[in-house]
């Protein structure tokens, strides 16, 4: 019988955490116990946002750092209204591979865009839907962009291809944000086994759901 629960959950962290691997599992685990699940992505969610996600990642976009927030703000405004309300007032659990506090470690930590803007234009995007559930992946920064540029090839996207420097403000934004939301943040060590961080997402979850 498939039970019927309202429970938005995103998976965030540094590049090559593992996030979009879990995001997979977890939404397999979650069917198998027979919960009707919405597996979704930012960004590129929606078949409209898929070429806004090619331009975000494309080593040659030469994009402006305010053109680049602007890109996320318009997945997440068309994500949010097309994909993940309509889930949600279904009644599924919606499991999302990056959400609005990406932009915020990403755009705000990692770019420099003031902090209270984002959470603003954030909230004005996504209609003010925040996440019920965060599940912060916390990897060893450097050996996740190591593993993120092997998978890629090379140099890796726009993201993995940015110094050091970048991804550790990046890898504070998401500490920061976790200690300042202690009630939706559960940290996650990213530093084990595929299927131990797998058991461990599995287990919160489920708790959440019970």
């Not at 450097?142 to 993120?148: D, K, N, Q, T, V």
């Not at 009630?183 to 060590?189: K, S």
Request: glycine residues 8%; proline residues 4%.
């Amino acid at each position: 019988m498939l039970r019927v629960v309202r429970l938005f959950v995103t998976l965030e962290g540094t590049e090559g955490c593992g996030k979009t691997t879990q995001s997979k599992l977890l939404a397999k685990r979650l069917r198998e116990a027979g919960h009707q699940v919405v597996a979704t992505r930012e960004p590129g969610g929606t078949p409209l946002t898929v070429e806004i996600r090619r331009l975000l990642a494309d080593p040659e976009s030469k994009l402006d750092p305010r053109a680049e927030l602007l890109l996320f703000l318009a997945d997440r405004a068309q994500h949010v209204a097309t994909v993940i309300k309509p889930a949600l007032a279904s009644g599924a659990v919606v499991v999302c591979d990056r959400y609005s506090d990406s932009t915020l470690a990403y755009q705000g930590y990692g770019r420099g865009h003031d902090l209270e803007m984002l959470e603003t234009w954030n909230a004005w995007a996504s209609r003010e839907l925040a996440p019920d559930l965060t599940l912060w992946l916390d990897v060893d920064m450097e050996a996740g962009l190591s593993r993120a540029q092997k998978l890629s090839g090379g140099p890796g996207d726009r993201f993995e291809a940015e110094p050091l420097a970048f991804h550790r403000r990046i890898h504070d934004g998401f500490a920061r944000l976790a200690a300042r939301n202690k009630e939706r943040f559960v940290r996650i060590d990213a530093n084990r086994a595929i299927e131990e961080i797998a058991a461990d997402i599995a287990k919160t979850v489920l708790a959440r759901l019970a």
